[in-house]
C-alpha cells in the first residue's frame, strides 16, 4: 500500500496570498515529483527532485517553488497565488530499484485562487 | 516532441463486455509502457507495465498489448464491472527528459 499523502485536499484563496501544498511519503523513495493537472487533462510535471537537497523544475513552466531538506517531505510554495493557478496538483514518489519508475501518487490538492 | 495519445472520447460499455483502451506513441521508442487507473477527485494508481520485448501482459481482468510497428498500446478489461469506471492513463518514459510522460486519459464508464 502506497504510503504519500498530501494536505490540505481543498484550498480555496484569494489573489495574493502565499500558500504551501504539502507532501509527504513514507515509503523511503529518493524521487518525488509534483504534476499539475486540469480536468480532462494530462499531468504535466512542474518539479521533481532526485534526493535531499535536489530539486529541479519540470516540463511545465510554473511560478511555484519546492524544497527537499529531508526525504520524506517536498513541499511547493506559490509565493502570490493568482487564478491562473487554479488547477489540481498531485505529488508523487517513485522507486528505480526497478528500473521501471513506478509512480505512486497522492490524493491530490485541488487549488482555487479567486 | 514525444508525444503519447489516447482518445479523448469516453468509452461506453454494457457490463460483462470487454473495454479496449488504445494509447498510440509519437517521436520515439519508448522502453516500457504503463498504465495507471484514476477516479475523481483522486491521484493515478500504478495498475501494469509492458516493456517493448513483451507482447502482452496479464493481470487478473487485465491485459496489455505492446505493438512497437504500430507503435501503440492496447489495455482491455475484461468481464467489466461498473467498479470498472474509472479514467485510465497511458505513461512511458521520455528519452529525451528522462521523465515519465502521460497521456490525457480515457475516461471508461461501465453500465449495469
Known amino acids: 500500500e502506497a504510503d504519500i499523502y498530501q494536505t490540505p485536499r481543498y484550498l480555496v484563496i484569494g489573489t495574493g496570498k502565499k500558500i504551501t501544498l504539502e507532501c509527504s511519503q513514507t515509503?523511503?523513495?529518493?524521487?518525488m515529483y509534483w504534476y499539475q493537472q486540469d480536468p480532462g487533462m494530462e499531468l504535466h510535471l512542474i518539479h521533481y527532485?532526485?534526493?535531499?537537497?535536489?530539486?529541479e523544475k519540470g516540463d511545465l513552466s510554473s511560478e511555484s517553488t519546492v524544497s527537499r531538506i529531508r526525504t520524506e517531505h517536498f513541499p511547493l510554495t506559490l509565493e502570490s497565488a493568482r487564478p491562473s493557478h487554479t488547477s489540481q496538483y498531485l505529488c508523487?514518489?517513485?522507486?528505480?530499484?526497478?528500473?521501471?519508475?513506478?509512480?505512486?501518487f497522492g490524493p491530490g490538492t485541488r487549488l482555487t485562487v479567486l | 516532441s514525444q508525444k503519447i495519445e489516447q482518445n479523448s472520447e469516453a468509452l461506453n460499455i454494457q457490463e460483462g463486455k470487454t473495454a479496449t483502451l488504445t494509447c498510440n506513441y509519437t517521436?520515439?521508442?519508448?522502453?516500457?509502457l504503463q498504465w495507471y487507473r484514476q477516479d475523481p477527485g483522486r491521484g493515478p494508481v500504478f495498475l501494469l507495465l509492458?516493456?517493448?520485448?513483451?507482447k502482452e501482459k496479464r493481470k487478473e481482468r487485465l491485459k496489455v498489448t505492446f505493438d512497437t510497428t504500430l507503435k501503440q498500446s492496447l489495455f482491455h478489461i475484461t468481464a467489466s464491472q461498473p467498479a470498472d469506471s474509472a479514467t485510465y492513463l497511458c505513461?512511458?518514459?521520455?528519452?529525451?527528459?528522462?521523465?515519465?510522460?502521460f497521456g490525457q486519459g480515457t475516461t471508461l464508464q461501465v453500465k449495469p
Open positions: 508523487a514518489s517513485s522507486d528505480w530499484t526497478s528500473g521501471y519508475n513506478e509512480q505512486f
Open positions: 515509503m523511503g523513495h529518493d524521487k
Open positions: 527532485s532526485y534526493g535531499v537537497n535536489s530539486t
Open positions: 517521436n520515439y521508442s519508448p522502453a516500457y
Open positions: 509492458i516493456r517493448e520485448n513483451e
Open positions: 505513461a512511458s518514459l521520455s528519452s529525451n527528459t528522462g521523465k515519465l510522460i
